[in-house]
Each structure stands twice: as C-alpha cells, then as structure tokens.
C-alpha cells in the first residue's frame, strides 16, 4: 500500500517538474513522466495531447489539439554532420546560423507504437501512422501511412465524406475543402482504398 503511494507520488512529481520545463501545453495535455522531452523550451501541445510512456523526443516540435502518441514514439528534429575531411564525425557541430525549423503534428493524428519521426516534416490532421514506422517526409491529411520510409496506403474518408466530416468538427466550408483538396494534392494517387468506420462505431 504504502509503495503504490510513493510511486504514484514519484510519477506525479516527476510529471510536474517536467510540465514545469515546457514551453506551452493546453488543456488535458498528458505525458507519461518516462517520456524524454530533451528540448522543453521549444515544445508546445494544444489540448487533449496523449504522449505515451517512453517516447523521446529531441526536436522543435508543435503539436496540434486531439493528438495521441502511442509508446515509444521518437521524434528527432536535426541530422547529424559527416564525410567531413580532417573532421570525426563524433566531434562535428550543427550551424548555429541555421534555424530550426519545427515538426508541425497537426490536428487529430494518432501516431503509433515505437514509430520513428524525423524532421523537418508536417504530419496532416487527421492521419494516421501505423506502428513502427519510420516518417521521413510530411505526411498527406487524412492518410493511413505505414512502413520504412512511411507511405500512404489508405485514405481515410472519400472526397465527399471527408468534407463532411471536417465540417461536423466546427470547420468552415473554405478550410474543410482546403485540406480536401490538400490531400489530393500530396498523395496523387486517388486508386488507394478508402476507410470509413462511421456505421462500425458503438457509441
């Protein structure tokens, strides 16, 4: 009884020490106290942000609202210097000239399980990353993409059921067809089978 205490006050602790270290977070933002977050100061969440345990993040990173990570998730923001002559790559440093430029997380991604994420990329609202994967370029709205490099395999919603879609979540007409159009634009291939779940849903 008394261990269960102590541990349940150890993770609240070091939850809040790492809160405290954040640049922004909303409300019902979670993060799992043995998730890494080694550049504090440039990571900002929207609300209802689920991090699972262990994830890792090294990187400029801006997480939109209605976000989930599952475990294990690894998000590293810059590359490393070699094949310098002279140099060892061990001892080689980033250009301070050069900003950085951020991982953008959009709305409503689910990312899952032990998934790599490698920047600079933006991962569109409402996609979906597949476990394991490995993101090496910005991921197209509204996508199931899996694999290593990570690509698209299914669209989630067809043209007309997306819009409707965004527009039920309390978007306008404009950006709901913006991010349509968005979509066809970044995946090209309109052959991909489409998922919808709507009438599989109990609640």
């Known amino acids: 009884m008394l261990i269960n205490f102590l541990c349940r006050l150890t993770k609240s602790l070091q939850r809040k020490r790492l809160f405290s270290k954040l640049h922004s977070f909303g409300d019902k933002f979670s993060c799992d106290p043995s998730t890494k977050i080694l550049l504090p100061r440039f990571f900002s969440a929207g609300n209802n942000v689920f991090i699972g345990e262990q994830s890792y993040i090294s990187a400029k990173v801006d997480i939109a609202d209605n976000v989930m990570f599952g475990p294990r ?103 709901a067809k913006k991010i349509v159009y968005s979509r066809n634009f970044m995946v090209g291939d309109k052959s991909l089978p489409v998922v919808n779940r709507s009438d599989d849903y109990w609640e």
Do not use: M
């Open 73 to 175: 998730v690894i998000i590293l923001g810059g590359n490393h210097h070699f094949a310098v002559k002279g140099r060892f790559t061990r001892d080689l440093k980033q250009d301070p000239s050069k900003e950085v430029i951020p991982i953008l997380i959009e709305c409503d991604v689910w990312i899952g399980a032990c998934s790599t994420i490698i920047g600079p990329v933006t991962i569109g609202s409402g996609s979906v990353i597949g476990a394991n994967s490995v993101v090496t370029k910005s991921i197209a709205p509204y996508t199931v993409n899996v694999g290593s490099p990570s690509s698209a395999i299914r669209l989630i919603f067809n043209d007309a059921d997306l819009f409707e879609h965004l527009c039920a979540l309390g978007n306008d007409k404009l950006l």
